[in-house]
């Protein structure tokens, strides 16, 4: 079974700065997707940014972008100009290339890193 | 963009009270899944469906269950509630492949 580890449960940073959000994986697949998901105080989870095992270049959506080390199973995600918008649970997600259970496979979460956006 | 609609926001239930939560999907997805979240442990996979009338069991699908007679409706069903259960539950529907999981906006029961 896969197991996802988001070492830091909150994180605070000055509006307009950078900051990294860390996530490790363990697997013993090869082929895989990688997710990072927002979920602000209004509930709904947001996919922010993805990722697929295969490819080796990192994924970038505008003003966040991940450190793909698929040898260190780290997948971790860098948000730059932080906004008060950006407040949020942060969760990273992991799922399996390969599909079972006729089609379909779930996610397998981290705990999430509560981010602190500072005026 | 997929909407998925959850039939409440807040759902207040007495133990031992069989409750169903519902899910509505307007996209015609094979797979839709139901998650429970909990402040520490993130989000864990109760059940999913990849057709009509086929289930799989998650990770932690003990005292519940669930049914899809039809395409778009997945329901969560606790067939005898228990405070334990009290949580944010959410469903999600994707239409497979390396296409991402969409979210609804959560129900957060509460079993007295």
């Known amino acids: 079974a896969q197991t996802v580890t988001q070492s830091q449960p909150e994180m605070s940073v000055q509006e307009a700065e950078t900051v990294t959000l860390s996530c490790t994986y363990d697997?013993?697949?090869?082929?895989?997707?990688l997710f990072w998901y927002k979920q602000p105080p209004s509930r709904q989870m947001i996919l922010v940014i993805r990722?697929?095992?295969?490819?080796?270049q990192n994924a970038t959506e505008n003003r966040f972008s991940v450190n793909f080390q698929k040898a260190a199973k780290s997948f971790s995600l860098k948000i730059s100009d932080s906004q008060l918008g950006d407040a949020a649970m942060y969760f990273c997600?992991?799922?399996?290339?390969?599909?079972?259970?006729?089609?379909?496979?779930?996610?397998?979460f981290g705990k999430g890193t509560h981010l602190i956006i500072q005026p | 963009d997929v909407k998925v609609t959850q039939s409440s926001r807040y759902l207040v239930k007495r133990t031992g009270e069989k409750v169903f939560l519902e899910c509505v999907q307007d996209?015609?997805?094979?797979?839709m899944f139901w998650y429970r979240q909990d402040p520490g442990l993130g989000l864990r996979l109760i059940y999913f469906?990849?057709?009509?009338?086929?289930?799989e069991k998650g990770d932690i699908p003990e005292g519940y269950s669930v049914s899809r007679e039809k395409k778009e409706r997945f329901s969560l069903i606790l067939e005898s509630a228990s405070t334990n259960q009290t949580s944010m539950y959410l469903c999600?529907?994707?239409?497979?492949?390396?296409?991402?999981?969409?979210f609804g906006d959560g129900t957060r029961l509460s079993i007295l």
């Open positions: 997600a992991y799922r399996s290339y390969y599909l079972s259970g006729g089609g379909a496979d779930g996610l397998t």
């Open positions: 697997t013993s697949e090869s082929d895989y997707y």
């Open positions: 990722q697929e095992a295969y490819k080796q």
């Open positions: 996209m015609d997805h094979e797979n």
């Open positions: 469906s990849y057709d009509v009338k086929m289930k």
């Open positions: 999600a529907v994707t239409g497979g492949g390396n296409q991402p999981q969409h």
